[in-house]
């Protein structure tokens, strides 16, 4: 039995970048060795084992054939005589495809550290195209490391145009593919996710609705720079969204949690509200207090001023931008401090006193934000 250390924490490891989790692979073993040594199977039929203490993953060698459509179905095939480098092969990209030994050897059959090296994403073999998510994970893999200036090897990007060509991806699973969107959404350079998955073609059937517009790329290039919250960059998105509607049946489609959801949905309905320099009139700022339910979700209102901040965040408005949301912030609070049973005792009830009531927050924004 030879344990190795494979995959992102090698990877991680000789770009000297974190390491969160770590991956093995056993060769020349069977199941019956590692759940006599307390290992915890992972699923029935599958040969992955967490380790009794440390809880890591610990594979058994295989390797794979595709029996049918999608990213699930494939024949495993484990057994002690499947070697490292038969293992290895069966996965993605070469910088994926490295492996080191117990006294710290770097096994490297198909020549990852070179593309390391040379920053290049580049697929271990022609099997690349027979699971669909792979263009996704190396569009991934692309917003991740974009920065350290890796790109798609030539290669490789025309493998990911065929696969997009044969509708294959229209078999994903939504859930997997939000998995690895959402990923995208907290890497370094979201937009990268999106410009590959558009330059190959992919987008209508993995992100039916996103167009990856110029603006829209532009806006999350500026929300990205601003914040690293995912739900903030998602959202962006939608800002010139065609309706609500579309925005539900979209998140309905990919199983898009409903935090995410609604944060569009209050892009969308503010459109005019976080893309003009000149706030509202105080009626107007009211009225988007009541529509977002301000008084009783105050945190809809940071994350409004989040998503403007962010549009303006690279601009000469920039100060402005800032002392405006200070003032706002500063207003509703003060508005909504309000209490109606005053009114009440001033004889005020049913319709009169919703109106008394919104008067009195229109004039304290309107004396705040002279």
Same mark, same amino acid.
């Given at each position: 039995m030879e344990v190795y250390l494979v995959g992102g924490a090698v990877r991680d490891k000789l770009l000297k970048l974190p390491v969160h989790e770590r991956d093995w692979v056993v060769v020349g073993a069977r199941s019956e060795e590692l759940l006599n040594q307390g290992f915890q199977q992972v699923g029935k039929d599958f040969p992955v084992f967490l380790h009794p203490d440390t809880h890591d993953e610990y594979a058994l060698a295989r390797t794979e054939r595709k029996s049918g459509r999608g990213h699930?179905?494939?024949?495993?095939?484990?057994?002690?005589?499947?070697? =490292?480098?038969?293992?290895?092969?069966?996965?993605? !990209?070469?910088? @994926? *495809?490295?492996?080191?030994?117990?006294?710290?050897?770097?096994?490297?059959?198909?020549?990852?550290? +070179?593309?390391? %090296?040379?920053r290049k994403l580049r697929h271990v073999s022609e099997a690349f195209t027979e699971d669909p998510l792979r263009v996704l994970r190396v569009a991934r893999f692309a917003a991740r490391f974009a920065h350290l200036g890796f790109t798609v090897a030539a290669e490789t990007q025309q493998l990911l145009q065929q696969m997009s060509e044969s509708e294959e991806l229209s078999h994903l699973v939504p859930e997997r593919v939000w998995r690895e969107w959402e990923k995208a959404l907290l890497s370094e350079t979201p937009t990268v996710f999106l410009e590959l998955l558009k330059n190959i073609g992919a987008l209508p059937q993995? /992100?039916?609705?996103?167009?990856?517009?110029?603006?829209? /790329?532009?806006? =999350?290039? &500026?929300?990205?720079?601003?914040?690293?919250?995912?739900?903030? &960059?998602? *959202?962006?998105?939608?800002?010139?969204?065609?309706?609500?509607?579309d925005i539900k049946q979209f998140c309905r489609r990919l199983a898009i949690? @409903?935090?995410?959801?609604d944060a569009a949905t209050l892009a969308r309905n503010n459109e005019h509200f976080i893309t003009q320099v000149?706030?509202? %009139? *105080?009626? =107007? =700022?009211?009225?988007? !207090?009541?529509?977002?339910?301000?008084?009783?979700?105050?945190?809809?209102?940071? +994350?409004?001023?989040?998503?403007?901040? *962010?549009?303006?965040?690279q601009s000469e408005q920039k100060t402005t931008i800032d002392k405006q949301h200070q003032k706002l912030r500063l207003a509703a609070e003060k508005a909504s401090a309000l209490s109606?049973?005053? !009114?009440?005792?001033?004889?005020?009830?049913?319709?009169? /006193?919703?109106?008394?009531?919104?008067?009195?927050?229109?004039q304290i924004l309107a004396e705040a934000l002279v």
């Open positions: 699930t179905e494939f024949t495993v095939y484990a057994s002690p005589e499947v070697t =490292l480098e038969q293992d290895l092969a069966r996965r993605d !990209l070469t910088i @994926n *495809a490295i492996a080191e030994s117990e006294d710290g050897t770097i096994i490297d059959p198909y020549k990852g550290v +070179q593309d390391l %090296e040379a993995v /992100l039916p609705g996103i167009a990856a517009t110029d603006s829209q /790329l532009q806006r =999350l290039h &500026r929300t990205s720079a601003f914040s690293g919250e995912a739900t903030l &960059r998602f *959202a962006c998105l939608f800002v010139d969204q065609k309706t609500p509607d949690p @409903n935090h995410y959801r000149k706030l509202p %009139e *105080a009626e =107007l =700022l009211s009225a988007i !207090l009541k529509q977002i339910d301000y008084w009783r979700r105050p945190e809809k209102l940071k +994350q409004l001023l989040q998503l403007r901040a *962010a549009e303006f965040s109606s049973q005053a !009114l009440q005792q001033q004889g005020f009830t049913g319709k009169a /006193l919703g109106n008394a009531l919104r008067e009195q927050r229109e």
